[in-house]
């Protein structure tokens, strides 16, 4: 009679553990998926094809899904019996990394080129100066011939 | 200086766009152009194979996809002429572009297709062929040159009348 007792509470112990496991778990949205695939033969995203080949696609999807693949997972597979363009972002390392990190690139020179070119602008349009132009003494040569000019006047 | 560096901005802008179009499709391959080389796996049993490994025998090249209705009746077209006429002269080679392995296989079981098949998953040979959909199918001579393309279902009668007065006979030297 106690072994029956016994059971439960080790059962009711394994629940317990497990819950927090299984919520780890992130749960795989079929919408999700097809929002961020692509249908290749139609050329659009595949929650809006409803072409045969995006039928197709879908129920590979749902079974992944059911076969309790992650996304990665999933995205993997689809990329295997596709290639890369079935991915409707672009991936994140190699080549693709490029799709990322030039627009970056172009924002900043951009915004670089922005800032020299007001700087210059400032500058060649800004407020005349008031102050008169710094006097210059004469050159060696001038000093010459001013004091040649000087002398053959009596002063 | 500074118009120069303006000219290799725009030279360069306008490259990128020409680029950009030109590899968005590609084009289509006409009678006498030389067969694409791409090298593709096979559907079944691992391993890689170009159009170059036929060379020296009549291909005809058939892209179909699981997914597409009008390729299950002409699946049964396609193995009754490689039954007629396949072997060291022939062979239908079959394709299977933008489909899934598992459901391809399928395809094949099912349909009961005895010719050797490529399987053209991310559409790459397609696009070298600059197909416009499934099925379609190209006829190369054994110089790998294109004899005869057909954008289209074949059926039995466009067996007959276009390709077969092509194709050489099984015994035929």
Known sequence: MRRPGLLLVLVALCGATAAPAAAAQPEVNINEIESEVMCPVCGTLLELAESPQAQREKAFIARLIGEGKTKAEIKDALVAQYGNSVLALPQSSGFDLSAYVVPIIGFVVAALALGFGVYRWRRSSGPPDDRPPAARGPTESEQERLDADLGRYDL | ?173
């Open chain 2, 1 to 173: 200086m500074r118009s120069s560096i303006v000219v290799v901005a725009v030279v360069a802008a306008v490259g990128l766009l020409v680029y950009g179009l030109a590899s968005k499709g590609g084009s289509q391959i006409a009678v006498g152009d030389p067969a694409p080389q791409t090298m593709v796996d096979k559907l079944e049993g691992g391993g890689e194979e170009s159009l170059a490994d036929y060379r020296g025998r009549w291909v005809m090249v058939n892209f179909w996809a699981s997914w597409c209705v009008p390729c299950r009746e002409e699946a049964k077209t396609l193995n009754e002429l490689q039954r007629q006429r396949g072997g060291p002269k022939f062979t239908v080679l079959g394709v299977d572009s933008n489909d899934l392995s598992p459901d391809a296989k399928a395809f094949v079981k099912r349909y009961g297709a005895t010719y050797p098949q490529l399987r053209d998953g991310n559409g790459d040979l397609a696009h070298d062929f600059g197909t416009t959909g499934v099925p379609e199918s190209y006829l190369f001579d054994p110089q790998g040159r294109l004899k005869m393309p057909w954008r289209g279902p074949i059926d039995e009668r466009i067996l007959r009348e276009q390709f077969l007065p092509l194709i050489p006979q099984k015994g035929n030297s």
